[in-house]
């Protein structure tokens, strides 16, 4: 028997993001949480990003 190891995320917000979504794998299925809640019943998800900012970010290495 394999165990897997767990990978932990953590982030702290002064409110509950509006959306987050969470796919384990490529291809695999995924998680949406709105407003803190877990949204069942959704099949796709379309998420076109035109522009990602980042700022103060120190990248490892």
Avoid: C, N, W
């Amino acid at each position: 028997m394999t165990i897997k190891k767990k990978f932990r995320l953590e982030h702290e917000f002064d409110e509950a993001p509006a959306l987050v979504f969470i796919q384990e794998k490529v291809g695999s299925g995924f998680r949406l949480y709105q407003d803190g809640k877990e949204v069942e019943g959704i099949r796709s998800i379309h998420i076109d990003a035109v522009e990602v900012t980042v700022e103060g970010y120190d990248a490892p290495g």
